[in-house]
Nanobody, 126 residues
Framework: QVQLVEFGGGLVQAGDSLRLSCTASGRTSSSGTMAWFRQAPGKEREFVAATRGSGGNIIAEAVRGRGAVSRDSAKNTLYLEISNLRPEDTAVYYC????????????????????WGQGTQVTVSS
């Protein structure tokens, strides 16, 4: 079993930058894929970014050019940085992890991930 806990959410101003972190504990695997998803009020959860244990990242179009995902395997921690935040970035941000490596075409799919954090709220005011 893997436990994921997100940190770093809060209330920010439009144009600000934010870094979220997600710490994994338990039976973690450095070969697994880790990802960020988000869910805005009244909307379905959507993919934001992911990074594979074997290398390679993907970023959703909604944050491309503003977002970056990274991972510190030694600390079992996943990061998401978004700059130039917009009100439409307001959402609960969730961290997710898979048990093993993932093909690129599966990285943005929710069903790929076996473990999920509780989420952290990010609110961007205009």
């Amino acid at each position: 079993q893997v436990q994921l806990v997100e940190f770093g959410g809060g209330l920010v101003q439009a144009g600000d930058s934010l870094r979220l972190s997600c710490t994994a504990s338990g039976r973690t695997s450095s070969s697994g894929t880790m990802a960020w998803f988000r869910q805005a009020p009244g909307k379905e959860r959507e993919f934001v970014a992911a990074t594979r244990g074997s290398g390679g990242n993907i970023i959703a179009e909604a944050v491309r050019g503003r977002g970056a995902v990274s991972r510190d395997s030694a600390k079992n921690t996943l990061y998401l940085e978004i700059s130039n935040l917009r009100p439409e970035d307001t959402a609960v941000y969730y961290c997710a992890a898979s048990s093993g490596d993932t093909a690129y075409f599966l990285m943005a799919r929710e069903r790929t991930y076996d473990y999920w954090g509780q989420g952290t709220q990010v609110t961007v005011s205009s």
